[in-house]
């Protein structure tokens, strides 16, 4: 096969022909301003539904099982409002972390026209999504849930319905530290509960019989453990991402996905993949160096006793 020179490429992708415009249907007109974005995805809906019983479910424990039987209305007023005004807080970012557009990008945007207004330099790079048609932005990713490309994004969630991006990251990570700070809340309440069931009756610790109190106390207490775990999981890696500048979508993953759109490596191309390149180098050499680090000297001396030991016989 035939290798063509790297700057015939760069020459043949300045052109709108290269981008197939012609395959592209012109972009539908722009929504009305304040239309509602939601993700017509029957596993993502359903995860969203289970989402608010849980919370739901939680809510009905701590008042109806814990805190209103209570005897300490100080302590039932002040750790209800604490838990109702935290799972207020939660659902309020679940429905705007679902219901907010996550920077789709205009779908069928890759025409003839729209290709030449952009007026690319020499050398410069732009890359169309084959499937949802548009000019993709720089760490732009194609969702195929929600079948658009989403600006900055992160990775979809079901249990939001929606793609974490450049618009509603702040609603997803607000979510998760609700969501953590409530389990936290439920797990101490439980604790002291237990405790106080334990040291009285246990007809006059809650308004439900003691085997139905045990039962819904132990099932708040695995669903509080199992989502503070999650979430807090999540929540680090989400304020870790934003720290750093970086997504999901933002590594060699994404680049090979561009690259197979326009096997053209520009400057940022090749910058970053120099970088993945290194991070994996340094990886290895890690490794090498904590669980290996005699396998290069003792490889020479093993040859070495191999060969007397043949030289003997």
Known sequence: M???????????ERK?????????????????VGTMWFIRD?????????????????EFVVLF????????????????????????????????????????????NATKEFIESLQLKPGQVVYKCPKCCSIKPDRAHHCSVCKRCIRKMDHHCPWVNNCVGENNQKYFVLFTMYIALISLHALIMVGFHFLHCFEEDWTKCSSFSPPTTVI???????????????????????????CTDETLYSNSDYLEECEEVFPVQNALYNQRK???????????????????????????????CRLSSATAK
């Open 274 to 304: 120099k970088k993945m390149t290194q991070l994996q180098a340094s990886y290895i050499s890690l490794i090498n160096g904590c669980f290996f680090s005699d396998l290069p000297t003792s490889l020479p001396l093993l040859a070495r």
């Open 65 to 108: 099982v814990m805190l209103i039987p209570s005897r300490d209305y100080v302590y039932s007023i002040i750790n209800g409002i604490m838990f109702n005004l935290l799972a207020f807080l939660a659902l309020a970012s679940h429905c705007r972390a679902m219901l907010t557009d996550p920077g789709a990008v205009p779908k069928g």
């Open 42 to 58: 029957g596993c993502g809906i359903a995860c969203a539904v289970v989402t608010w019983f849980l919370v739901l479910y939680a």
């Open 216 to 242: 819904l106390l132990i099932l708040l207490c695995f669903e509080g453990l199992l989502f503070l775990i999650f979430t807090s999981v999540m929540f680090g890696t989400q304020v870790h991402s934003i």
């Open 16 to 32: 709108p022909e290269y981008l197939q415009p012609e395959k592209c249907v012109p972009p539908p007109h722009p929504s009305p």
């Open 2 to 12: 035939m290798l063509i020179p790297a700057h015939h490429f760069r020459d043949i």
